[in-house]
């Protein structure tokens, strides 16, 4: 069975691209539509459909959607025959959905037709159980991954690890554990993770960080009170003061 994956990001993708990656798009029809492409909800046809952070999908995207769940029909930007697609769909999105069906950011109809079964996942700090599994698994698979020996880990990394709050969740315990694999010498993993939160010190900068460091530790503080919602009202980018695009090149930039 095919699994197709697709992931929204606004900071990447404009509305007539996420319309051409998810329909597919016929020659010529816009600037740069050079040759006939299948779109992935064309490509998931007997299969699954992912898309991650379906919450981002534009509205006017977002009616057509809906149409091709009801109908298992589709048609491709510019085209004029009619697709027969039958496909699952699994859709995931940090954003609070029936929050943004109330302010009129996402489709009703649309929000009851994918809601079907939710699951809720939990942050990692509420999975403490989880994190020595998920770490032993990304640094046998990053030692594979870049040819290093599998470094042993202590039960003092294993304290580290269970202790930090991981604002970033999964993403961020992937992050770190890579660049683990990457620099760590002589036998020993060095997770390098942030030091002088709140709860260790009253003084925040009592270690003299680099500032940086400060804008790491802000920043997690800002998306763990968010609870991870970067973007939209009450999100880290505006209690930040900055557009969704800035906030996501700041973090790129500091290595989040």
Known sequence: MTLIHFSIQLTTYSHLLVESELFGHEKGAFTGADSQKPGRL???HGGTLFIDEIGDVPLQVQVKLLRV???????RVGGTRTIYSDFRLVAATHRNI??????GEFREDLYYRINVVP???????????NILLLSDHFIRRYAAKYHRSELPMT??????????????NVRELKNVLERASLLSEKGTIDFNLPTGTASSTHNPFEDL??????????????LEHTNG??????????ILGMNR????????????
């Open 209 to 222: 960080p680099s500032m940086d460091e400060i804008q790491r530790r802000y920043i997690r503080y800002v």
């Open 42 to 44: 064309e490509l998931a």
């Open 119 to 129: 699951i809720h996942i939990p942050p990692l700090r509420q999975r403490v159980e």
């Open 69 to 75: 769940l009801q109908e298992k029909t589709i048609m």
């Open 155 to 168: 039960a003092e990394d294993e304290n580290r690890l269970e202790a930090y709050n991981w604002p970033g």
């Open 229 to 238: 919602k970067q973007s939209g009202q009450e999100g880290a980018a505006e």
């Open 245 to 256: 695009s800035t906030l996501y090149n700041r973090m790129k930039k500091l290595d989040m």
């Open 98 to 103: 029936a929050h943004m069906v109330a302010r």
